[in-house]
């Protein structure tokens, strides 16, 4: 039986004397318009997750590259990273090529060059602030006194390694015939061409720039990925 708080809150009057009719007659036919229930639909968004904005680093490593940028004795966290990275160049999307190098990141500033070493899990890289010029000689060498390059903390490296440049004069070199290079005869970090393919097509030795990145004096390798961010202030507030 129908509880009489509940059907007082019937608004149809007709409809009450319907169901009080069919109460005291259950054979008695109700004449009133029942009308279906009106069910309010809560739509279900897909979620999207976010896609990594990088094959090679993650957040934490964008912010302490910013770091180092800034000279900032404390790390930025990957929420205050004041950075962004704006990818130009990606090896598996752009090519593994001196040539790809040179048409995208041709005079393009504050550059970042991130890369991970065929066989291993160590991610190398640097900062080029005045950017490389394809010389139309076969080679120039740029004076930059805040460039440096780096190995970066993974699975392996339990401490990420910065490398400041310690002779400005020869930090960058420019070569038709090279893709990004950090330092000059004999220069620190290299990719010459086909960066994913011989082993020897890429190299480190410590030279113009400070410490090792590596356990070895010297080392040649090929890349797995790699990729060039160019980078800008937020327009956003951060705390720092």
């Keep these: 039986m129908f509880r009489s708080n509940n059907l007082k809150l019937l608004s149809n009057k007709d409809l009450w004397n319907d169901i009080i009719k069919r109460l005291i007659s259950p054979n ?16 279900i968004l897909p979620t999207s997750a976010t896609k990594p904005f ?16 800034d000279n900032k004795s404390v ?15 990606r090896g598996s999307r752009d090519g593994f090529t001196k040539d790809s190098f040179w048409n995208i990141c041709n005079k393009q500033a504050n550059v970042i060059v991130v890369m991970k070493v065929k066989g291993t899990d160590e991610i190398l890289g640097g900062y080029n602030p005045i950017g490389w010029e394809k010389p139309s000689s076969d080679m120039i060498v740029k004076y930059c006194n805040n460039s440096f390059i780096f190995s970066l903390k993974n699975s392996i490296i339990r401490t990420s390694i910065l490398c400041n440049a310690k002779e400005p004069e020869y930090a960058i070199e420019c070569n038709r015939e090279y893709g990004p290079i950090f ?6 970090l290299v990719m010459r061409d086909y960066f994913n393919e011989d082993e020897m097509c890429c190299w480190y030795y410590q030279s113009e720039y400070e410490q090792g990145l590596m356990y070895n004096e010297a080392s040649f390798f090929s890349v797995d990925e790699y990729e060039i961010f160019q980078i800008s202030k937020r327009s956003q507030k951060f705390n720092r």
Aim: hydrophobic share 40%; glycine share 2%.
């Design 28 to 43: 008695r036919q109700i004449l009133s318009e029942v009308l279906l229930p009106r069910l309010a639909l809560t739509s």
């Design 54 to 69: 990088s094959k090679v680093i993650n957040e934490i490593h964008a912010a302490e590259i910013a770091s180092w940028i």
């Design 75 to 89: 790390i930025y966290s990957k929420t205050n990273n004041p950075y962004e990275f704006k990818l130009l160049l």
């Design 183 to 188: 330092g000059h005869k004999p220069c620190s």
